[in-house]
């Protein structure tokens, strides 16, 4: 029995059905499949079991019975980190410093959003799963592990609500993989989401690369590894924090990314101590050679802690933007605006509203604060 699979390089997933009328276990096909993409590699999976590498033309040993193959491509992870950027000024076009940004493609789906294949949403099932090229309404929950998104661009209406999500990684979810993504609420206001990327049931190996997410509240939330994405917390919702970044007792890496946050509260990067609860402090917070701009604090290593206990912090070679016309001190908030309100170099005098960090430990061992700058003259910024 032979089947011919043809499909072009955005389709993430096929599948075909061979009935074996045998009464032994014995070889089948072989089936043939190809990719419009010039060196494509593949991975199959028989029976709903985990995908592996195969290579056409391909025949799998089967029992007598029905079964089911699934071909799909192989997506080969191309993740890296530039060095830190020396260049000043570039809160008003992080592109032009080499940092990620949606419209230089560096951040986001690879292809525009209207061009993909409609998708409404969608649940990732398969080990091995790769969900490639789709422009999908309703977002994605993911519940087998080894799970990769790739030139997605993942829309959810959220409604402005608590609790609303675009992407979930549902427990036992291990080593799911986001790259070259677009991740958003329908709009900022009233089809906003509280979190773009969900990890709350903390599902180890969790990696978003090359990302674009925005009209988000808390938009990356639980431990991941965040790198070359460009993340803005530009959602209104009602009663809600504002965090580029939330986790609590957790590990998190943010690498070379773009981190924004319009509003006077809470932060970039907000990791908690016991959901608020405190005590010794847990968290394990790496940020290096990102751009950081707004929130109240900029950063957060362990909020609400009432000690250093085991946290490990490694903050180097970030530039934090700053508004440049005359500070304005507001004695019922206690924070600190321009002027002028917003500008080209920033949205507050101070980084955040209030300030740059705090609820962090600066000294110590495992504690590490260094080269980290101010984005319009590349002045020291101190912990």
Same mark, same amino acid.
């Given at each position: 029995?032979?089947? *011919?699979?043809?499909?072009?390089?955005?389709?993430?997933?096929?599948? =075909?059905?061979?009935?074996?009328?045998?009464?032994?276990?014995?070889?089948?096909?072989?089936?043939?499949?190809?990719?419009?993409?010039?060196?494509?590699?593949?991975?199959?999976?028989?029976?709903?079991?985990?995908?592996? =590498?195969c290579s056409s033309p391909y025949s799998p040993t089967l029992a007598a019975g029905a079964h089911t193959l699934r071909v799909q491509e192989k997506f080969v992870s191309t993740t890296t980190t530039p060095p830190p950027t020396s260049a000043n000024h570039c809160?008003?076009?992080?592109?032009?410093?080499?940092?990620?940004?949606?419209?230089?493609?560096?951040?986001? !789906?690879?292809?525009?959003?209207?061009?993909?294949?409609?998708?409404?949403?969608?649940? !990732?099932?398969?080990?091995? @799963?790769?969900?490639?090229?789709?422009?999908?309404?309703?977002?994605?929950?993911?519940?087998?592990?080894?799970v990769t998104l790739a030139n997605d661009c993942i829309t959810t209406n959220g409604g402005g609500r608590s609790g609303s999500r675009v992407v979930t990684i549902a427990n036992g979810a =291990?080593?799911?993989?986001?790259?070259?993504?677009?991740?958003?609420?329908?709009?900022?206001?009233? @089809?906003?989401?509280?979190?773009?990327?969900?990890?709350?049931?903390?599902?180890?190996?969790?990696?978003a690369d090359h990302d674009y997410i925005y009209n988000c509240g808390e938009c990356v939330h639980g431990p991941w590894k965040l790198t070359n994405s460009y993340v803005t917390s530009n959602a209104t919702i009602s009663g809600e924090h504002y965090e580029d970044i939330?986790?609590?007792?957790?590990?998190?890496?943010?690498? &070379?990314?773009? *981190?924004?946050?319009? &509003?006077?509260?809470?932060?970039? *990067?907000?990791?908690?101590?016991? +959901?608020? +609860?405190? +005590? !010794? !402090?847990?968290? &394990?917070?790496?940020?290096?050679?990102? *751009?950081?701009a707004g929130g109240g604090f900029s950063v957060y290593t362990d909020g609400n802690s009432s000690s250093v206990g085991s946290s490990t912090m490694t903050v180097t070679g970030n530039r934090f933007a700053r508004c440049l016309t005359a500070s304005v001190y507001n004695q019922g908030s206690g924070g600190t605006s321009c002027a002028g309100g917003p500008d080209s170099n920033g949205y507050f005098p101070k980084g955040g509203y209030f300030g740059i960090a705090a609820d962090i430990y600066c000294s110590g061992a495992n504690q590490v604060w260094t080269n980290n700058v101010w984005d319009d003259n590349g002045a020291t910024v101190g912990c």
């Amino acid at each position: 029995m032979r089947h *011919l699979l043809l499909f072009a390089g955005a389709l993430a997933l096929l599948a =075909t059905t061979a009935v074996v009328a045998l009464g032994a276990t014995s070889a089948v096909g072989p089936f043939t499949f190809a990719s419009g993409v010039p060196g494509t590699t593949f991975e199959c999976s028989v029976d709903n079991g985990a995908y592996k =590498t195969c290579s056409s033309p391909y025949s799998p040993t089967l029992a007598a019975g029905a079964h089911t193959l699934r071909v799909q491509e192989k997506f080969v992870s191309t993740t890296t980190t530039p060095p830190p950027t020396s260049a000043n000024h570039c809160f008003s076009s992080p592109q032009a410093c080499g940092y990620p940004y949606p419209s230089t493609a560096s951040a986001g !789906a690879s292809s525009a959003c209207s061009s993909l294949a409609s998708s409404g949403p969608v649940t !990732a099932s398969s080990q091995g @799963q790769t969900i490639k090229g789709l422009n999908i309404v309703g977002g994605v929950t993911v519940t087998a592990s080894n799970v990769t998104l790739a030139n997605d661009c993942i829309t959810t209406n959220g409604g402005g609500r608590s609790g609303s999500r675009v992407v979930t990684i549902a427990n036992g979810a =291990t080593a799911t993989r986001i790259e070259h993504s677009t991740i958003s609420g329908s709009n900022s206001t009233s @089809q906003s989401v509280e979190e773009a990327l969900n990890n709350n049931y903390s599902q180890p190996g969790a990696v978003a690369d090359h990302d674009y997410i925005y009209n988000c509240g808390e938009c990356v939330h639980g431990p991941w590894k965040l790198t070359n994405s460009y993340v803005t917390s530009n959602a209104t919702i009602s009663g809600e924090h504002y965090e580029d970044i939330y986790c609590s007792d957790a590990t998190f890496v943010a690498e &070379h990314d773009v *981190l924004i946050n319009p &509003h006077e509260q809470t932060a970039n *990067l907000f990791c908690d101590t016991r +959901g608020g +609860g405190g +005590g !010794a !402090a847990d968290n &394990h917070i790496t940020l290096t050679n990102s *751009l950081l701009a707004g929130g109240g604090f900029s950063v957060y290593t362990d909020g609400n802690s009432s000690s250093v206990g085991s946290s490990t912090m490694t903050v180097t070679g970030n530039r934090f933007a700053r508004c440049l016309t005359a500070s304005v001190y507001n004695q019922g908030s206690g924070g600190t605006s321009c002027a002028g309100g917003p500008d080209s170099n920033g949205y507050f005098p101070k980084g955040g509203y209030f300030g740059i960090a705090a609820d962090i430990y600066c000294s110590g061992a495992n504690q590490v604060w260094t080269n980290n700058v101010w984005d319009d003259n590349g002045a020291t910024v101190g912990c």
